[in-house]
């Protein structure tokens, strides 16, 4: 059974940072990238980063592009997402995903595991 588990959430003033972990689990899929996505209230749901299986391919949404940064140690099964220089549009839950398949930032959401979200409140 796939488990897909996500950490770090919180609330942080415009500014500051945190740091999101995904814990992945049960995946027999071989490689498989790993992606976060979010959604606001009220909002669509937005792809924001996502990493290939060796790490060494990346993208980023344009909105967060230059301040957050994607990462993972396959040794752990684990995905990071810092986040730097938040500001209040960044609020929303953040849900992180995975899946046997690359594709793009925009299809993250549609990934085939995903986990059940941490929260990221950015105050002004």
């Known amino acids: 059974q796939v488990q897909v588990v996500e950490s770090g959430g919180g609330v942080v003033q415009a500014g500051g940072s945190l740091r999101l972990s995904c814990t992945a689990s049960?995946?027999?899929?071989?490689?498989?990238?790993m992606g976060w996505f979010r959604q606001a209230p009220g909002k669509e749901r937005e792809g924001v980063s996502l990493i290939d299986w060796s790490g060494g391919w990346t993208r980023y949404s344009e909105s967060v592009k230059g301040r957050f940064t994607i990462s993972r140690e396959n040794a752990k099964n684990t995905m990071y997402l810092q986040m730097n220089s938040l500001k209040p549009e960044d609020t929303a839950m953040y849900y992180c995903?995975?899946?046997?398949?690359?594709?793009?930032?925009?299809?993250?959401?549609?990934?085939?595991?995903r986990g059940q979200g941490t929260q990221v409140t950015v105050s002004s």
């Open positions: 995903a995975a899946d046997p398949g690359l594709g793009m930032v925009a299809t993250i959401p549609l990934y085939r595991y």
């Open positions: 049960g995946l027999t899929d071989g490689d498989y990238a």
